[in-house]
């Protein structure tokens, strides 16, 4: 299993826009492709308060790699990112790491069920 950490720096004023298309699309969508999300979170406490931070799990990169080439391609998907951002952008930069868990760690078998 490895896991995808992401975190979008979100322009100021956006973030509630983001929820929303996370909420009502990107779920939605990404539990029909078979991707397993660990969770979501926004930074309370840290450098930025416009941060959407996530993880996902997969069996391994081409899964991901996979999943990902149908969801950037997916119809609802794309009409759901131009409808959004009709106005701009909401994220202003977004980096990942990917992440495999330690023999010892609580994670080190989850499964996304």
């Not at 996530?54 to 996979?66: M, P, V």
């Not at 977004?94 to 069920?113: A, E, H, L, Q, V």
Request: glycine share 6%; hydrophobic share 40%; proline share 6%.
């Amino acid at each position: 299993m490895i896991y995808e950490l992401r975190v979008y720096e979100v322009f100021p004023g956006k973030m509630e826009a983001l929820h929303r298309r996370f909420a009502e699309v990107t779920v939605p969508l990404w539990e029909r492709l078979g991707v397993k999300i660990v969770g979501f979170w926004n930074t309370t406490i840290g450098p930025s308060h416009n941060q959407l931070i996530y993880i996902l799990a997969f069996d391994n990169l081409a899964e991901r790699e996979e999943i990902w080439r149908k969801f950037k391609s997916d119809p609802a998907w794309l009409a759901a990112l131009a409808e959004t951002e009709q106005d701009g952008p909401l994220v202003k930069q977004i980096s990942n790491s990917f992440m495999t868990p330690t023999s010892y760690s609580p994670y080190s078998n989850y499964s996304g069920d």
